[in-house]
Antibody, heavy 119, light 107 residues
Framework: QVQLVQSGTELKKPGASVKVSCNAS????????IDWVRQAPGQGLEWMGW????????NYAQHFQGRVTMTTDTSTSTAYLELRNLRSDDTGVYYC????????????WGQGTLVSVSS | EIVMTQSPATLSVSAGKRATLSCRAS??????LAWYQQKPGQAPRLLIY???TRATDVPARFSGSGSGTEFTLTISSLQSEDFAVYYC?????????FGQGTKVEIK
């Protein structure tokens, strides 16, 4: 069965960076992409970007341009999200989801990773 | 970017009754519209894609309709497990964008 397992809770100080991992199993990793979605406490879902599992091509939301990097390691079927220069309003749960690409929605989701940014 | 607007923000419905949720896009997304359900402390779950196709294992009481800029999610007879927040998302063009969500609560 398709599973996406994310890394654990991160506690960071303002200005630091965080790298969240998402290990995929149960499907051919390179046949799909990975979406990353953020949810601030008590708020809605915010799409951050997408990376192709095959080419590594990315599409980032404008809001995160310059601070975010999405990468993959096809040898371990793992996707990574790095967010730099963290601020307190980056606090939230970060989700990865299997995303085939444009014209297809994300279908299977990881359990989420809590990133807390506080001095 | 395409702005997705959901209404109402909160919907109070009795168990066994019908719930109708709306989603409007700021420009046409054709049928490239998905609905997600999210319960507290859980990841979102894909319910509907292609505006009207139920995802795997989604009960038949959930149905989606619409195209272009106007979409509807209908839950025909609310069960206790359906009380949650529902989000629409367009995936027609990058960036993908979500609506702000509709909370379906027990009346």
């Amino acid at each position: 069965q398709v599973q996406l397992v994310q890394s654990g809770t991160e506690l960071k100080k303002p200005g630091a960076s965080v790298k969240v991992s998402c290990n995929a199993s149960g499907y051919i990793f390179t046949n799909y992409g990975i979406d990353w979605v953020r949810q601030a406490p008590g708020q809605g879902l915010e799409w951050m970007g997408w990376i192709s599992g095959y080419t590594g091509n990315t599409n980032y939301a404008q809001h995160f341009q310059g601070r975010v990097t999405m990468t993959t390691d096809t040898s371990t079927s793992t996707a990574y999200l790095e967010l730099r220069n963290l601020r307190s309003d980056d606090t939230g749960v970060y989700y990865c989801a299997r995303g085939p690409g444009v014209l297809s929605p994300a279908d299977y989701w990881g359990q989420g990773t809590l990133v807390s940014v506080s001095s | 970017e395409i702005v997705m607007t959901q209404s109402p923000a909160t919907l109070s419905v009795s168990a066994g009754k019908r719930a109708t949720l709306s989603c409007r896009a700021s420009q046409s997304v054709y049928s490239n519209l998905a609905w997600y359900q999210q319960k507290p402390g859980q990841a979102p779950r894909l319910l509907i894609y292609g505006a009207s196709t139920r995802a795997t294992d989604v009960p038949a009481r959930f149905s989606g309709s619409g195209s272009g800029t106007e979409f509807t999610l209908t839950i025909s007879s609310l069960q206790s497990e359906d009380f949650a927040v529902y989000y629409c998302q367009q995936y027609n063009i990058w960036p993908r964008t979500f609506g702000q969500g509709t909370k379906v609560e027990i009346k």
